[in-house]
């Protein structure tokens, strides 16, 4: 019998590659029973999801649940294993969220329904803007998914946004980037001294096609977007573990798409993601049922 060393490694490998695929077919088995339990845990009521009961019962499952990926982490002897046992709780936390909100969803319970509670109480579709060559040219767009709307012009940028705050507009745009410095700094900080979320974007080349600038339609609640090939999630995080936050998003199919951090906080970070329809709801309740500070900034698509 010829020895052959090298099929006898492969041979290995490929077993133990089979017998890791069965194991988390397993453990995503069990995940979804701690979803179902979560689940009967709810009932059928309305749920929301910064109730402090149910965050209180979701956060004592996971981490009971935790322990095991953090023991496994532990026990593999790897440099930075408390990070990895961070990061694989946190892959494992969203497959729960995803889970979660999808037995809610059967139950007629919109999960992360929260991100999506109206505030403002006008009826039609007024928009306020700054004129400019530009800005006229994104409300054009921005009106071919609205049903009647009228235009309200401010002189400055602040009173297009208190337009919106004080219910004068349902409302406003904002340039927010450009080819020439980027993610726009002062218009930001607007956005969140105001509570305005992007709910649309455009991007407007200039006449010579030598650069454009992105422009935001912006409301005071996040909406689910219908138009646009791609939409967007942009989050505001603070002194979070990114590498956890990233593996989470992972595992509900939200990938990554840009990263900045926060001008004038040593801390904080906005985070772009290229949403995915089919985890976009777990996503959001990982985030409300597992942070107290990151905001929701805007939810948009490209137009």
Same mark, same amino acid.
């Given at each position: ?33 701690? #979803? ?15 109730? +402090? ?33 961070? #990061? ?5 936390? %969203? ?11 059967? +139950?007629?319970?919109?999960? #992360? ?24 040219? %994104?409300?054009? +767009? ?162």
């Amino acid at each position: 019998m010829v020895y052959d060393r090298k099929n006898i490694i492969l041979g290995n490998l490929s077993r133990i590659s089979r017998e890791q695929t069965h194991l988390i077919e397993r453990r995503e088995a069990h995940i979804g029973e701690l #979803a179902d339990f979560l689940c009967d845990e709810a009932g059928e009521d309305e749920i929301f999801f910064r109730d +402090r009961g149910f965050r209180e019962a979701y956060r004592k499952l996971v981490s009971d649940a935790g322990c095991v990926c953090s023991g496994y982490a532990a026990e593999t002897g790897k440099e930075s294993t408390e990070k990895t046992g961070r #990061a694989l709780s946190a892959y494992m936390r %969203a497959s729960l969220c995803r889970r979660l909100t999808d037995g809610l969803d059967i +139950r007629g319970v919109q999960a #992360a329904g929260t991100y999506f509670d109206e505030i403002s109480t006008l009826e039609d579709d007024t928009v306020s803007y700054m004129r400019s060559s530009y800005a006229d040219e %994104a409300f054009a +767009r921005f009106s071919e998914y609205m049903t009647d709307p009228k235009a309200i012009y401010g002189y400055d940028f602040s009173e297009v946004c208190d337009n919106v705050y004080y219910e004068r507009s349902e409302y406003c745009i904002l340039p927010i980037e450009n080819t020439t410095d980027g993610r726009l700094a002062g218009f930001r900080r607007l956005m969140m001294k105001y509570g305005l979320k992007t709910v649309m974007l455009t991007r407007v080349e200039d006449p010579q096609e030598t650069g454009a600038t992105v422009f935001a339609l912006l409301k005071r609640c996040i909406t689910v977007p219908s138009h646009g090939e791609k939409k967007f999630l942009e989050i505001r995080v603070t002194a979070h573990d990114i590498q956890a936050l990233l593996c989470a998003a992972d595992g509900c199919g939200m990938k990554l798409s840009a990263i900045t951090a926060v001008p004038d906080s040593p801390d904080g970070y906005d985070l772009v993601f290229t949403v995915s329809e089919e985890g976009i709801c777990g996503f959001l309740s990982y985030l409300l049922l597992e942070y107290d500070d990151i905001t929701v900034t805007g939810f948009a698509g490209m137009i």
